[in-house]
T-cell receptor, first 120, second 108 residues
Framework: DVKVTQSSRYLVKRTGEKVFLECVQDMDHENMFWYRQDPGLGLRLIYFSYDVKMKEKGDIPEGYSVSREKKERFSLILESASTNQTSMYLC???????????????????FGEGSRLTVL | SQQGEEDPQALSIQEGENATMNCSYKTSINNLQWYRQNSGRGLVHLILIRSNEREKHSGRLRVTLDTSKKSSSLLITASRAADTASYFCATGYSTLTFGKGTMLLVSP
């Protein structure tokens, strides 16, 4: 089974701290994604990556950066945490179109268990 | 970006009853996916229906797609308490955009 592992389930940080959220997948997926999930707002895409050292902005990239030095690892960085970044962060990965052996590659996302970040 | 919106926002039923959730989206799609999320956990992929399909089954799940109305429905038959979760539809080409979800509560 595909496994997407997020390093921390719960974090509590102070305003202004630098925060690293780590995500590792074990299925050789090309694509990796970071979403945040807030009540009433649903899931919103922060950043995604199609390949090592590649990154693309999602819908809400402000206040975040990412790093993808290895194919299996995608890190989300909060340079200076703020209280409005208190949220549930979800990492996901998927095959790229054409990467999967089956012809019906469809972009199914595999999610980690989430990291609940509280910024005080 | 494309976006699905689920309806209703919340649904409460008894075990054994069927649960139907709907999703509407705005632009053309290549496929539509449904995901489930247990409280405080990550999302799990349930089923995908392609734009040229009208209905698809997987166990107790039945998904329909009407591209002319830009809508999809997810039916869970013979619901169990363990089906209690939030259900999301998602669409997109290079990235997936999720709706806000339907929260399903199945009471014993």
């Amino acid at each position: 089974d595909v496994k997407v592992t997020q390093s921390s389930r719960y974090l509590v940080k102070r305003t202004g701290e630098k925060v690293f959220l780590e995500c590792v997948q074990d299925m050789d997926h090309e694509n990796m994604f970071w979403y945040r999930q807030d009540p009433g707002l649903g899931l919103r895409l922060i950043y995604f990556s199609y390949d090592v050292k590649m990154k693309e902005k999602g819908d809400i990239p402000e206040g975040y950066s990412v790093s993808r030095e290895k194919k299996e690892r995608f890190s989300l960085i909060l340079e200076s945490a703020s209280t409005n970044q208190t949220s549930m962060y979800l990492c996901a990965s998927s095959f790229a179109l054409g990467q999967a052996l089956q012809a019906t590659n469809t972009g199914e996302l595999f999610f980690g268990e989430g990291s609940r970040l509280t910024v005080l | 970006s494309q976006q699905g919106e689920e309806d209703p926002q919340a649904l409460s039923i008894q075990e054994g009853e069927n649960a139907t959730m709907n999703c509407s989206y705005k632009t053309s799609i290549n496929n539509l996916q449904w995901y489930r999320q247990n409280s405080g956990r990550g999302l799990v992929h349930l089923i995908l229906i392609r734009s040229n399909e009208r209905e698809k089954h997987s166990g107790r799940l039945r998904v329909t797609l009407d591209t002319s109305k830009k809508s999809s429905s997810l039916l869970i038959t013979a619901s169990r308490a363990a089906d209690t979760a939030s259900y999301f539809c998602a669409t997109g080409y290079s990235t997936l955009t999720f709706g806000k979800g339907t929260m399903l509560l199945v009471s014993p």
